[in-house]
């Protein structure tokens, strides 16, 4: 890969990472009453649309959330890791296909706000794309079919955190001490809270198509959820994990694993 798609793919990652710093520290405002919102992927991007700047702002991000569909695309289609054919290699590709398509969309979603297109509501990136999804008269398989996919991220969230597997994708060569402590903190830490986060969205998508409710489930529907069952201060420290999730990205930028196999 030329150095050009590197930095391309490294800007993508550091795009990634703002996403998540906005959901957490937003979310985490709201959650101990300092103002923010509760907000996904798009709320993110709306609070952008909403600063000086704000056109700007966003024509940055779409352009890195490219750079973040590319690399996923590149490691699905290029195969720098040299996964192996054989199931694992091919789920962990069409996951890394699955993932691109969905950034698509976002960064689809942040060239239409800059260019006064964009819906005002917020919650996942994604949330759109569910909603038609679940409109026909399968909407209920599709619902259970998304749960059981989001529990599995899940799932391997959590993995991540704790069997330090989130390691093998940064270069550690060539960072301090400090920065290495970050990293493992910030990764483990941020790879929790996604992972509690992804479950409770399972959680509640799956319940929605077991109970023909057709209505699939965001980010902003699972942060309401913990507060409401565990109380403000649990969204709060979830809401910090994915902020240190989007530092854990930030780092990964600088120092990514994006060699060819």
């Known amino acids: 890969m030329s150095s050009k798609k590197k930095n391309f793919a490294r800007f993508g990652m550091a795009a990634k990472g703002a996403v998540y710093c906005l959901i957490g520290i937003l979310t985490a405002l709201a959650a101990f009453g300092q103002g923010g919102e509760k907000t996904g992927s798009k709320g993110a991007l709306q609070y ?7 056109q700007i702002l966003l024509v940055i991000m779409g352009i890195g959330l490219l750079g973040y569909v590319f690399w996923r695309f590149y490691q699905s289609i290029g195969n720098p890791k040299g996964l192996h054919d054989d199931a694992k290699g091919y789920a962990k590709r069409a996951a890394y296909f699955i993932s691109g398509l969905l950034y698509g969309g976002l960064a689809y979603y942040a060239f239409k706000l800059a260019f006064g297109s964009g ?7 994604s949330s759109s794309m569910m909603g038609s999804l679940m409109s026909g008269s399968n909407g209920d398989t599709i619902a259970i079919i998304i749960g059981i996919g989001m529990a ?11 069997s330090g597997k989130f390691r093998e994708e940064v270069e550690e060569a060539g960072m301090d001490e400090k920065e290495q402590k970050l990293l493992v903190n910030a990764g483990k830490f941020g790879h929790t809270a996604r992972g509690l986060v992804f479950g409770l969205m399972a959680y509640l998508t799956l319940k929605s198509g077991l109970s023909s409710g057709s209505n699939v489930q965001t980010q902003t529907d699972a942060f309401s959820y913990i507060q409401q069952e565990f109380g403000s201060i649990v969204l709060g420290i979830v809401a910090i994990g994915l902020a240190g999730y989007g530092v854990y990205m930030l780092i990964k930028a600088k120092y990514p694993s994006i060699t060819v196999a």
């Open 48 to 54: 952008l649309a909403q600063q000086s700047y704000g």
């Open 152 to 162: 599995i991220k899940a799932i391997y969230d959590i993995y991540r955190a704790y």
């Open 119 to 125: 819906s005002s509501s917020s919650g996942g990136g």
